[in-house]
């Protein structure tokens, strides 16, 4: 009897299970973006949006929650959203990553979502005047060996893709350098122009806009970037840096999977009529989506967790 | 010549004009409601713009922005509340000639103060781009530690009873944009162990509280409605050629303000916010009626409301010439253009000449169609919020206040920020601590700390970092500048002082 009663709760619950996936979705997306309007996440998913409306059948409503370099949405989503696929959010790497490790109370975990996809990926560029003296990267790490600490280099924000990668090039290269945060992006095109800094360590966007009035002297991908053929990367150069920063969507933990699969088609196809608008501006495309998308965090976080600990233990000796 | 033909021959068209009126009235609209912002509106905008070609695209988001940066004034004027940042001194004036009944001459002199803004801007992009473009990075950290200290020093004459308690006001601002994730190093400061307090207090929820609240307060407390009827004499002066007339009664105010405006608006990252309070302090310092300041001065309105339109077509120079954004509506308009494949930099005046200037003209024209559409639109709101009796006028506004900021960052917590700030500021307003000083505190704080950290960071190298300070030319001017504009309320009372008792002497002279 018992047995009967559970097979038929089972039963029901799969079936209903089952018609709820088949419904989905059958009203609007919330797709909330932790960054302010006009940030490349946020222009990222506003091309998205009539293209997801267009596979999904509903609407989809981008709304920004901005504040503390992502946190403040991250840690209430993971909070509040429901996982029933109607509330998604826009991650980054290594955001995502170092946010948790590096601050008290961030309020989230990296692996408190349930990844969707990460659409794709900015590589770190060392970036210098046309002007400037640093012809090569060698260059750039001969004069940083003489004169440590002279080199100045700006990125967005303390402990951001930027300033991880610039961590990490001192370490490979065996060089100090001085890096100097700023918010966002927008204020390091005029601080390289007018020659308030030695170089700059950004995204592959910057030079692609920028064009002849800077020189790209690596860039921190495995190949070359499509926007910008004649920057060498890292590797070229006999340094194992590549990094940057990776975008991507996610749902809350717990989501069904069939709603998480459908998610990720819809976004794959817009990513790809995205990506004639985005490759020529710096961006390479990524389709890391069901378990990719996991092994990307993981191997990310891996990645920086050198760097990482060095600025844990530095932090301890303090 | 010919580029010419080819750009006006691409506005002539009934679509375009379609979209710069629309665009404008609904700019309009989305600046008056507080919390709306110009760069939200330009945000949601997008996905629209890309249907449509690169110059129709372009020149919804431009007459949005003008509308947006014009309509911040009706909320000023009418509620006390600067609808946008960039309209926080139209408030000190508009407002009290609100009261006085002279509220549709204050809507009418900032339509016309902000549309000649909005042609100055762009004659400035049309013509002065490449020198200001360099001028604009000439800024660099130290610079703009020291734009920010010359910005602290308006506190003083933003703070008409005691200059003390006006930088006691700016200190309280300062910490307020201490809380959350500090700009440089990383750490959580102030924020309590409430993850939702990394966001830090949004400036614009701290101008809503500020402001708004307490008026509120005093509203309710009061008994009364927010206007008083408008007596005959200010719809005469409320027409629109009267507005012109008042307007360009004062040549030296509005060229100054126009000036200033642009100049702050190649500063990436100043923007709107500033400009208008810098163009009203010194619209005050060269009055020969500063004392009139603070209580329907026409001369601060134009100040203000001319310089922020300025900004519009202002900031674009560093945007187009360098692609430099220097206000977050201009982020988005650089989004577009990159994903239509235009780079900034000279090839977008030369190749892609014909949409540039099309884009720059468009603004132009959107400035002009400002007039009658807010000549129309500003007597509609003035009417609805006179027509309403206070009962209904006070929970109405502390409604669409709530709803505007939690619309701003779709958080809960910012209201309730808000709310607290807004309690506060009415308690300090008591004691005599203006609102206008912790709100200014509040946006140069994060600006000072980033500008003087960087510059100690960059400095590094140097046996003292803190001479880095000090070095390039451009920091010496802004320092003079700088204590010139401290000095100049002490230096010009003291002359007064000095001169006083030989008035007075003169005076007790016995008549021969």
Same mark, same amino acid.
């Given at each position: 009897?018992?047995?009967?009663?559970?097979?038929?709760?089972?039963?029901?619950?799969?079936?209903?299970?089952?018609?709820?996936?088949?419904?989905?979705?059958?009203?609007?997306?919330?797709?909330?973006?932790?960054?302010?309007?006009?940030?490349?996440?946020?222009?990222?998913?506003?091309?998205?949006?009539? $293209?997801?409306? %267009?596979?999904?059948?509903?609407?989809?409503?981008?709304? =920004?929650?901005?504040? /503390?370099?992502? +946190?403040? @949405?991250?840690?209430?989503?993971?909070?509040?959203?429901?996982?029933?696929?109607?509330?998604?959010?826009?991650?980054?790497?290594?955001?995502?990553?170092?946010?948790?490790?590096?601050?008290?109370?961030?309020?989230?975990?990296?692996?408190?979502?349930?990844?969707?996809?990460?659409?794709?990926?900015?590589?770190?560029?060392?970036?210098?005047?046309?002007?400037?003296?640093?012809?090569?990267?060698?260059?750039?790490?001969?004069?940083?060996?003489?004169?440590?600490?002279?080199?100045?280099?700006?990125?967005?924000?303390?402990?951001?893709?930027?300033?991880?990668?610039?961590?990490? $090039?001192?370490? %490979?290269?065996?060089?100090?350098?001085?890096?100097?945060? =700023?918010?966002?992006? /927008?204020?390091? +095109?005029? @601080?390289?122009?007018?020659?308030?800094?030695?170089?700059?360590?950004?995204?592959?966007?910057?030079?692609?806009?920028?064009?002849?009035?800077?020189?790209?002297?690596?860039?921190?991908?495995?190949?070359?970037?499509?926007?910008?053929?004649?920057?060498?990367?890292?590797?070229?150069?006999?340094?194992?840096?590549?990094?940057?920063?990776?975008?991507?969507?996610?749902?809350?933990?717990?989501?069904?999977?069939?709603?998480?699969?459908?998610?990720?088609?819809?976004?794959?196809?817009?990513?790809?009529?995205?990506?004639?608008?985005?490759?020529?501006?710096?961006?390479?495309?990524?389709?890391?989506?069901?378990?990719?998308?996991?092994?990307?965090?993981?191997?990310?976080?891996?990645?920086?967790?050198?760097?990482?600990?060095?600025?844990?233990?530095?932090?301890?000796?303090? | 010549?010919?580029?010419?033909?080819?750009?006006?021959?691409?506005?002539?068209?009934?679509?375009?004009?379609?979209?710069?009126?629309?665009?404008?009235?609904?700019?309009?609209?989305?600046?008056?409601?507080?919390?709306?912002?110009?760069?939200?509106?330009?945000?949601?905008?997008?996905?629209?713009?890309?249907?449509?070609?690169?110059?129709?695209?372009?020149?919804?988001?431009?007459?949005?922005?003008?509308?947006?940066?014009?309509?911040?004034?009706?909320?000023?004027?009418?509620?006390?509340?600067?609808?946008?940042?960039?309209?926080?001194?139209?408030?000190?004036?508009?407002?009290?000639?609100?009261?006085?009944?002279?509220?549709?001459?204050?809507?009418?002199?900032?339509?016309?103060?902000?549309?000649?803004?909005?042609?100055?801007?762009?004659?400035?992009?049309?013509?002065?781009?490449?020198?200001?473009?360099?001028?604009?990075?000439?800024?660099?950290?130290?610079?703009?530690?020291?734009?920010?200290?010359?910005?602290?020093?308006?506190?003083?004459?933003?703070?008409?009873?005691?200059?003390?308690?006006?930088?006691?006001?700016?200190?309280?601002?300062?910490?307020?944009?201490?809380?959350?994730?500090?700009?440089?190093?990383?750490?959580?400061?102030?924020?309590?162990?409430?993850?939702?307090?990394?966001?830090?207090?949004?400036?614009?929820?701290?101008?809503?509280?500020?402001?708004?609240?307490?008026?509120?307060?005093?509203?309710?407390?009061?008994?009364?409605?927010?206007?008083?009827?408008?007596?005959?004499?200010?719809?005469?002066?409320?027409?629109?050629?009267?507005?012109?007339?008042?307007?360009?009664?004062?040549?030296?105010?509005?060229?100054?303000?126009?000036?200033?405006?642009?100049?702050?608006?190649?500063?990436?990252?100043?923007?709107?916010?500033?400009?208008?309070?810098?163009?009203?302090?010194?619209?005050?310092?060269?009055?020969?009626?500063?004392?009139?300041?603070?209580?329907?001065?026409?001369?601060?309105?134009?100040?203000?409301?001319?310089?922020?339109?300025?900004?519009?077509?202002?900031?674009?120079?560093?945007?187009?010439?360098?692609?430099?954004?220097?206000?977050?509506?201009?982020?988005?308009?650089?989004?577009?253009?990159?994903?239509?494949?235009?780079?900034?930099?000279?090839?977008?005046?030369?190749?892609?000449?014909?949409?540039?200037?099309?884009?720059?003209?468009?603004?132009?024209?959107?400035?002009?169609?400002?007039?009658?559409?807010?000549?129309?639109?500003?007597?509609?709101?003035?009417?609805?919020?006179?027509?309403?009796?206070?009962?209904?006028?006070?929970?109405?506004?502390?409604?669409?206040?709530?709803?505007?900021?939690?619309?701003?960052?779709?958080?809960?917590?910012?209201?309730?920020?808000?709310?607290?700030?807004?309690?506060?500021?009415?308690?300090?307003?008591?004691?005599?601590?203006?609102?206008?000083?912790?709100?200014?505190?509040?946006?140069?704080?994060?600006?000072?700390?980033?500008?003087?950290?960087?510059?100690?960071?960059?400095?590094?190298?140097?046996?003292?970092?803190?001479?880095?300070?000090?070095?390039?030319?451009?920091?010496?001017?802004?320092?003079?500048?700088?204590?010139?504009?401290?000095?100049?309320?002490?230096?010009?009372?003291?002359?007064?002082?000095?001169?006083?008792?030989?008035?007075?002497?003169?005076?007790?002279?016995?008549?021969?």
């Amino acid at each position: 009897m018992k047995r009967a009663i559970v097979l038929a709760l089972s039963t029901i619950f799969i079936v209903s299970a089952g018609i709820a996936f088949a419904g989905y979705p059958d009203r609007p997306i919330t797709y909330i973006i932790s960054f302010n309007p006009g940030g490349e996440s946020d222009i990222t998913a506003r091309l998205q949006e009539p $293209l997801l409306e %267009e596979v999904l059948g509903v609407a989809v409503n981008v709304n =920004h929650k901005p504040g /503390g370099g992502g +946190a403040v @949405a991250w840690s209430e989503f993971q909070r509040t959203a429901k996982p029933d696929g109607y509330t998604l959010i826009g991650t980054n790497i290594p955001h995502i990553i170092g946010q948790p490790l590096l601050r008290k109370d961030s309020g989230y975990e990296t692996d408190g979502f349930n990844m969707i996809m990460w659409f794709h990926f900015t590589p770190n560029a060392l970036i210098v005047r046309a002007d400037s003296p640093f012809k090569t990267l060698k260059d750039f790490i001969d004069y940083a060996k003489a004169h440590p600490k002279v080199i100045t280099v700006g990125g967005s924000g303390t402990y951001s893709a930027n300033h991880l990668e610039t961590l990490r $090039l001192e370490r %490979e290269a065996g060089i100090k350098l001085t890096y100097i945060p =700023h918010t966002g992006t /927008g204020p390091l +095109a005029p @601080a390289i122009l007018g020659g308030h800094l030695s170089a700059l360590m950004n995204y592959s966007m910057l030079p692609a806009q920028l064009g002849d009035k800077v020189r790209v002297l690596a860039v921190a991908s495995e190949e070359r970037v499509e926007a910008l053929p004649n920057a060498p990367t890292f590797k070229e150069q006999g340094y194992d840096i590549v990094g940057g920063a990776f975008r991507g969507v996610a749902a809350p933990k717990g989501t069904p999977k069939e709603i998480i699969a459908k998610l990720a088609d819809a976004f794959t196809k817009a990513n790809k009529k995205i990506a004639g608008k985005q490759v020529p501006m710096g961006f390479v495309m990524t389709y890391a989506t069901g378990d990719d998308a996991q092994a990307l965090v993981d191997k990310m976080r891996k990645s920086y967790s050198d760097v990482i600990d060095d600025i844990i233990k530095e932090r301890e000796k303090k | 010549m010919e580029l010419f033909w080819t750009v006006s021959t691409q506005l002539v068209d009934p679509f375009v004009f379609f979209l710069i009126l629309g665009g404008v009235t609904a700019g309009l609209f989305v600046g008056a409601m507080p919390g709306l912002t110009a760069a939200m509106a330009l945000a949601v905008l997008l996905p629209f713009t890309f249907k449509l070609p690169p110059l129709h695209g372009l020149v919804a988001l431009g007459a949005v922005y003008m509308g947006a940066i014009y309509g911040g004034s009706f909320a000023a004027i009418l509620v006390n509340t600067p609808g946008t940042p960039s309209s926080i001194a139209t408030a000190f004036e508009g407002y009290p000639m609100a009261k006085d009944g002279r509220a549709l001459e204050a809507i009418g002199l900032a339509t016309v103060s902000s549309a000649i803004g909005g042609l100055a801007g762009v004659f400035f992009l049309l013509l002065l781009s490449p020198p200001l473009a360099r001028l604009s990075i000439q800024f660099g950290s130290a610079e703009y530690f020291w734009v920010a200290m010359l910005g602290l020093t308006l506190i003083a004459s933003l703070s008409p009873g005691s200059t003390l308690k006006g930088f006691l006001g700016g200190s309280i601002g300062m910490i307020l944009a201490a809380v959350g994730v500090a700009p440089i190093g990383g750490e959580n400061r102030f924020t309590f162990g409430m993850p939702v307090l990394q966001g830090g207090v949004e400036m614009i929820v701290a101008l809503i509280g500020f402001f708004v609240i307490p008026e509120l307060f005093n509203m309710a407390a009061h008994g009364r409605a927010a206007l008083a009827e408008v007596t005959i004499e200010s719809k005469k002066r409320g027409t629109f050629l009267a507005a012109i007339r008042t307007v360009f009664s004062m040549p030296g105010n509005l060229i100054r303000s126009c000036i200033i405006g642009e100049i702050v608006a190649i500063i990436p990252g100043a923007g709107g916010s500033i400009a208008n309070l810098v163009a009203y302090n010194e619209a005050k310092r060269a009055s020969k009626h500063p004392e009139r300041f603070g209580k329907g001065a026409v001369e601060g309105l134009v100040a203000s409301e001319s310089s922020n339109n300025v900004t519009v077509a202002g900031s674009m120079v560093p945007l187009l010439t360098l692609g430099i954004p220097g206000a977050p509506p201009d982020a988005v308009i650089l989004g577009v253009m990159l994903m239509h494949g235009l780079r900034p930099g000279l090839d977008l005046f030369t190749v892609s000449g014909s949409l540039t200037y099309g884009f720059i003209i468009s603004m132009g024209l959107a400035a002009l169609f400002m007039v009658p559409v807010g000549l129309l639109g500003g007597r509609l709101i003035y009417r609805v919020i006179v027509k309403t009796p206070h009962y209904l006028l006070v929970p109405s506004i502390a409604l669409v206040t709530i709803l505007g900021t939690y619309a701003l960052r779709n958080s809960l917590s910012d209201v309730v920020i808000m709310l607290l700030l807004g309690t506060s500021g009415f308690l300090l307003k008591e004691l005599g601590v203006d609102s206008a000083p912790i709100v200014l505190g509040l946006i140069l704080g994060s600006i000072a700390e980033m500008g003087f950290v960087q510059t100690l960071l960059r400095g590094t190298s140097l046996e003292h970092p803190w001479t880095m300070l000090f070095q390039n030319r451009l920091s010496q001017i802004i320092i003079v500048l700088m204590v010139l504009s401290f000095a100049s309320p002490y230096l010009s009372s003291g002359i007064r002082r000095l001169k006083k008792p030989l008035d007075v002497l003169r005076e007790e002279e016995p008549p021969e």
